[in-house]
């Protein structure tokens, strides 16, 4: 056989008679995978991921998905593992860099996560380039380094269907520079857009209106967050900083 009939042969499986494309069987395999993924179904997703990669090892596709399924199942060093063997098969699958940048950031390695946020969301031809800004922001305000943050949450809004997020960020960066006027500019833009607000919201609208002064609007939001999420970690912290600047409430 020659080394073309050698190459030609490799690019196609049997498959009851017939004969298809790798590329597409792997394709197959990896939606399938994922699929079952999502219904909770780890067991069956792994069979299908794990025949995607006997496939074509070479598939960085294949290996972000068997990533995910590492992640589903909380083991990071071999989700770690795909996403690097994802990496080494195609260092420009913007899918697998930008999950492993989020492996890195949950693991507290803002700068190696912000490495692979600000690669994945300079990437023009990357539909989550919104989202991957929002996450190199919060890389940035881990690492302190406040001013790359809201330039990355600025690039987010233009790029997100749904702003809520990188609103809510600059609405906290502002208030934690004493900026009260833009703080609450993008507070309210938040608001607008937020039915109901979450609990972090809720906090910073009361520290933000105690800031500002606005009483009656700081006793809105404190009765909302009472009555919304009594046992949230922002409930505890409005009430202990109440107990501590003596509040009324």
């Given amino acids: 056989m020659s080394t073309a009939a050698l190459a030609l042969a490799g690019c196609m499986v049997a498959s009851g008679g017939r004969e298809i494309k790798v590329d597409e069987a ?8 994922m ?21 074509d090892d070479h598939s960085a596709a294949a290996h972000n ?13 071999r989700e770690e593992f795909h996403y ?9 699958y913007a899918p697998a860099r930008n999950n492993y940048g989020i492996l ?3 693991r507290g390695d803002y700068r190696g996560a912000a490495r692979e946020f600000e690669r994945v969301a300079n990437d023009s031809t990357y539909s989550g380039r919104g989202p991957a ?3 190199l ?42 900026n009260l006027r833009l703080a609450d500019r993008y507070y309210q833009q938040y608001a607008a857009a937020a039915n109901p607000q979450t609990a972090a919201a809720l906090w910073l609208g009361i520290r933000l209106a105690a800031a500002s002064g606005d009483h009656d609007r700081q006793a809105g939001y404190e009765l909302t967050l009472r009555q919304m999420y009594p046992d949230s970690a ?14 009324a409430g």
């Fill in 26 to 33: 792997v394709q197959h395999r990896v939606a399938a995978g």
């Fill in 35 to 55: 699929e079952y993924l999502q219904l909770g179904k780890p067991v069956e997703a792994r069979q299908h991921l794990s025949r995607a990669i006997m496939l």
């Fill in 65 to 77: 998905a068997m990533a995910l399924l590492y992640k589903y199942e909380g083991d990071q060093q």
């Fill in 84 to 92: 690097r063997k994802a990496l080494r098969a195609d260092k420009g």
């Fill in 104 to 106: 890195l950031y949950l």
């Fill in 133 to 135: 800004f929002e996450n």
């Fill in 137 to 178: 922001g919060r890389s940035y305000l881990a690492l302190g380094q406040k001013a790359k943050a809201m330039e990355a949450f600025n690039r987010a809004l233009r790029l997100v269907p749904d702003p809520r997020a990188s609103l809510l960020e600059l609405a906290a960066i502002h208030l934690d520079d004493g």
């Fill in 234 to 247: 922002e409930f505890k912290a409005w009430r202990d900083w109440r107990e501590g600047t003596g509040s």
